[in-house]
Structure formats: C-alpha cells, structure tokens
C-alpha cells in the first residue's frame, strides 16, 4: 500500500523549475523597487523589463504552479486518510465520532493540492513523520502538506512580484541636472527669504527695545520731578 501512494506522489505535483526560468525570476525580483505609499505592487525599470519571451516564460510558470496548487476533492483526502488509518492504530469510537472525524479531515485538508495530502499521508505510512504507530490527526498533516507547498508559494509569489510590477522609465541625465537646478533655485530662495525675515525680526526687536527704554527714562522723570515736588511741599 506505501508503494502504491508513494508511486501516485511521484507522478504528480510540481515540476522543477528550469535553471532558465530560476535565474530570471531571481534576477527580476532583485530589481523591484518599492512604491511609496504602495503595499501590493512593486516598480520595475524599463531598463530591466523582461521581454516578450520572458514574460511568457514567466506567465506559463505561473500557470503551472497555479494548477497544482490547486485545492484537492475530498474523495482524495478520504483515499489518502483511509489508507493510513487501515493500517496504523485508531481510537475505538462510535458512528458519530467517526462521522465529526471524518469532517475534520475533509475541512482541514481539502484546501491543499491532491499531491501534497498524497505526499504528506505517504511520509506518515513511511514513518517519516510521526512515530509510525498511530495514526496522524488533520492538523499533523497539514503542518506537513504546508511544508511541502511552501517553495512554491514563494516562487509564485516572485513570479506574481515581477509580473504585476509598475513599469516606469527612468528619468535622462538632463532632467535630473535640470531638478538638481531648481531645487538648488527653491534652497537659495528660502534662505534669502529666511535671511529677510530675521533682518525685519531685528529690527522690529530694536525699536521695542528702545520704546521700552524711551518708556522707562520718562518714567523716571516723572518719579524724580514728583519726588522735587514733595519735598518743596
């Protein structure tokens, strides 16, 4: 029964990426620039665009991971389920039990590729998960059908990053000398109007102060003149 499941896993699931295909990818995904403000999608240079062919490449990559990512039917999660509780120790339990477990499995595994549940309950039958006696819960397998669909995910992921990428052109070296320019224009405009502000400050700060001291020496005056005065009286 293991060489039977084992030799269903071989023949299905994902092929391995050409070393074309890889390369591409990874020297793409290198050159993605984020976007301020912009969370789901990253800008490319037209500079390093991928061309027609590579983008067709990369669009039938895609594809091909798509269709085995694919969620699987529940007649393979209760095929491959079965046959690891036909052989390995179950829990004796009533009709009701065996229906909510059933559930279980069905809700929990159906959302990974048939390949991968297939993968998961053959490592399992093999011992390489588990103890080897008894038989796995739907979290177990799942933890395992997770591992075996990560690469994957991430390589669609660097597929989806690159294809979906804003594609701007760069801007020529006369344009950057001219916003070099003018942003050179606005830093010595602001500070000459900086300058003119504090000159007009200090002067205003002057003429309080000599207000201020024009107010006290009449102050004063009077203060001394009313002083004479009482001791005339």
């Not at 159906?110 to 998961?120: C, G, L, M, S």
Request: proline share 5%.
């Amino acid at each position: 029964m293991t060489t039977a499941l084992s030799t269903v896993t071989q023949t299905r699931g994902i092929v391995p990426v050409s070393r074309a295909v890889a390369d591409l990818t990874s020297r793409l995904h290198n050159k993605l620039e984020p976007i301020p403000g912009e969370w789901r999608r990253c800008a490319l240079s037209a500079a390093a665009e991928p061309s027609a062919e590579e983008r067709q490449a990369l669009v039938e990559r895609r594809q091909h991971l798509d269709e085995q990512l694919q969620p699987c039917d529940g007649a393979t999660v209760l095929r491959s389920v079965g046959l690891l509780r036909s052989v390995m120790a179950v829990p004796n339990v009533d009709e009701e039990t065996r229906k909510l477990q059933k559930a279980a499995f069905l809700m929990t595994l159906t959302k990974y590729p048939a390949w991968a549940v297939e993968a998961a309950c053959a490592q399992f039958l093999e011992a390489a998960q588990g103890e080897g006696i008894h038989a796995p819960k739907p979290g177990e397998i799942a933890t395992v059908c997770r591992r075996l669909i990560a690469e994957a995910q991430y390589e669609r992921a660097k597929i989806n990053a690159v294809l979906d990428a804003e594609i701007y052109v760069p801007p020529t070296d006369e344009e950057r000398a001219e916003v070099s320019r003018r942003f050179a224009e606005i830093v010595a405009e602001l500070s000459e109007a900086s300058a003119g502000n504090r000159t007009r400050e200090a002067g205003t700060a002057h003429a309080d102060r000599l207000q201020a001291l024009s107010t006290l020496r009449e102050a004063e005056a009077k203060a001394k003149s009313q002083e004479i005065e009482g001791v005339k009286a």
